[in-house]
């Protein structure tokens, strides 16, 4: 005999599991759209299952509209996969699997246009994309790339000490027509040689335990030209408690530690940068200063 407590609970976990089984609809989708030689038959059983969820509305979506939404969706199987797959993992980032370092690097490329929109009504930023781009924890280079791509006169370090990851991310330059402008290596953030060089530093905090982010502050500071910005990004928090215990499992998993606005902010102020402000988004909070 099912309990009222299994009843309840059985029926929210089929509800998740048919809007999981929709996302990947929607997925299937839009990859058969950006993928040409698909076998027709196959495309047109997705298509239809599809229409019959959105109408027409996702044919009029342009491919980079497409490939936007083909990367959330992809993180958030690969994501939630590693969770569902490795719930007991000791906290940091450790993932090995190649799928999900990739489709990572893919979804984090989005964190440049980021920063171009940024650039946009911030002139010394927009400076700084025409000078020497320090990448923290570039992973498999997705945002260097993305960052070599778009800036053509910026230089990439990306620095790392994830071996599985810095073995993809060679690969990746290497087949990339930017290898003359991008260089990975490994090297601990917290050993970054203080010669001033950088004219944007990229600091994803929520792979870092809060130590860690003070000391690469401090080398960071030390390695920055005069007008260089530092980004530095968290996981935004929202007002919700449910979402918001899920983003402090999300940090914790990442490697790293809660760290409020109101502090990041004030860590880039101790060391004199100014300018500081925090641009707010549903993910990622991104606090900015500019070194004088
Ligand atoms: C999720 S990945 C970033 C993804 C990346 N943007 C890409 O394109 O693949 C975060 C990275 O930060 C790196 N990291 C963590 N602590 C670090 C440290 N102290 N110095 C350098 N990298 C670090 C991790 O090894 C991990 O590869």
Redesign the pocket.
């Known amino acids: 005999m099912d309990t009222p407590q299994f009843k309840s609970t059985e029926n929210e976990v089929q509800e998740l599991s048919r809007a999981v089984r929709k996302l990947a609809l929607i997925g299937a989708g839009l990859k058969n759209l950006n993928t040409p030689g698909v076998d027709p038959l196959a495309a047109q059983a997705v298509g239809e299952a599809v229409r019959k969820i959105f109408g027409d509305g996702i044919d009029t979506l342009d491919e980079s509209e497409r490939s936007t939404l083909i990367n959330v969706i992809n993180m958030g199987f690969a994501e939630a996969g590693e969770l569902l797959n490795n719930p007991g993992r000791s906290q940091g980032?450790q993932v090995t699997d190649p799928v999900l370092?990739q489709t990572?690097?893919r979804s984090?490329?989005q964190?440049f246009w980021r920063i171009r929109a940024l650039a946009v009504d911030r002139p010394l930023l927009q400076e700084a994309l025409q000078g020497r781009f320090l990448?923290?924890?570039?992973?498999?280079?997705?945002?260097?790339l993305e960052a070599a791509r778009t800036c053509p006169t910026l230089k990439i370090d990306g620095?790392?000490?994830?071996e599985p990851?810095l073995a993809l991310a060679h690969e990746n330059v290497k087949d990339s027509p930017y290898s003359d402008r991008i260089a990975i290596s490994k090297?601990?953030?917290?050993e970054l040689p203080e010669a001033p060089q950088y004219s944007l530093v990229w600091l994803?905090t929520m792979?870092?335990r809060r130590a860690?982010v003070e000391i690469?502050l401090d080398r960071i500071t030390a390695a920055l030209r005069p007008n260089a910005y530092v980004i530095a990004a968290r996981y935004t928090v929202p007002a919700a408690p449910e979402a918001a215990a899920f983003t402090a499992l999300r940090t914790f998993r990442?490697?790293g530690e809660p760290i409020a606005q109101a502090e990041m902010e004030d860590m880039l102020r101790r060391r004199g940068l100014v300018d500081v402000e925090s641009d707010v988004r549903p993910l990622a909070t991104f606090t900015l200063g500019r070194f004088e």
Do not use: E, K, N, R
């Open positions: 980032w370092l990572q690097g984090s490329g964190v990448d923290v924890g570039t992973g498999v280079a997705g945002i260097a620095i790392d000490i994830w990851a090297l601990d953030v917290t994803p792979f870092m860690v690469a990442s490697g």
